[in-house]
């Protein structure tokens, strides 16, 4: 088996970031990707191709996953600062390995809280109890 200390780009851990608000530490982060949005168009005549022509850039909502921690009132603190006015902000992703040290990160700008679940609470439930916060972007800063 391969050292997880070997190789830089792994990563265990997302710190998360909302405009000053720290967020704490999550340990799943998916969706951050962008697709280009594409319009064809058949030229009269030509049989050959279908032009596919550029038209914007769309961004995936990112979904962030943790177990349920002493951070998870972080995040309730900050949804509950934008009751009523919910505006737009600057948010920081950044991969860290199993040393703590950062990887990599991602700047995202027009960041919005689009959902927030929580646990399923059971005592018939044998399971970890995890969040996930999910944010729509403008795209990357």
């Not at 190789?7 to 982060?29: M, N, Q, W, Y």
């Not at 995936?60 to 177990?67: A, E, I, Q, S, Y």
Request: glycine share 10%; hydrophobic share 40%.
């Amino acid at each position: 088996m391969a050292d997880p200390n070997a190789d830089p780009a792994v990563a265990h851990r997302f710190k998360v970031s909302i405009d000053g608000h720290e967020l704490g530490v999550f340990t799943g982060c998916d969706g951050l990707g962008v697709e280009v949005v594409l319009e064809q168009r058949e030229e009269g005549g030509n049989n050959e191709f279908v032009h596919q022509l550029p038209v914007r850039l769309k961004y995936t909502n990112v979904k962030l996953t943790r177990p349920v921690d002493e951070d998870s009132e972080k995040v309730a603190k900050w949804l509950k600062e934008m009751q009523g006015t919910i505006t737009r902000a600057s948010a920081e992703i950044t991969a860290v390995g199993t040393d703590a040290k950062r990887i990599t990160s991602w700047k995202l700008k027009g960041v919005i809280p689009v959902r927030w679940q929580g646990p399923s609470l059971g005592a018939e439930n044998n399971k970890v109890a995890t969040e996930t916060l999910e944010l729509a972007h403008h795209g990357f800063l």
